[in-house]
Nanobody, 115 residues
């Protein structure tokens, strides 16, 4: 089992920045991919950015150049630096981790961008 705890969401004006954190615990040795998804009201959950199992770093086209995913292996933590935020980035952001058997999700953190 893997536990994920997110932090760092909040309310920000358009053009502002936020940094999300996701701390992993439990069977972290089994994780082969980890990153961030988001779900806006009335929309499907979508990939934002992740460290994929093949070693690549993937971003949604809508966030390329604005968001940066990073990690601190010593702290078992993944970060999402979000710059130049727009109201379209408003969503619940979920940390996600995968092993060979299943996905794990955090509880989600709300990001609201006001215009």
């Amino acid at each position: 089992q893997v536990q994920l705890v997110e932090s760092g969401g909040g309310l920000v004006q358009a053009g502002g920045s936020l940094r999300l954190s996701c701390a992993a615990s439990g069977s972290i040795f089994s994780i082969n991919a980890m990153g961030w998804y988001r779900q806006a009201p009335g929309k499907q959950r979508e990939l934002v950015a992740e460290f994929a199992s093949g070693g690549s770093t993937d971003y949604a086209d809508s966030v390329k150049g604005r968001f940066t995913i990073s990690r601190d292996n010593a702290k078992n933590t993944v970060y999402l630096q979000m710059n130049s935020l727009t109201p379209e980035d408003t969503a619940v952001y979920y940390c996600n981790a995968r092993d060979t058997r299943r996905r794990y999700w955090g509880q989600g953190t709300q990001v609201t961008v006001s215009s």
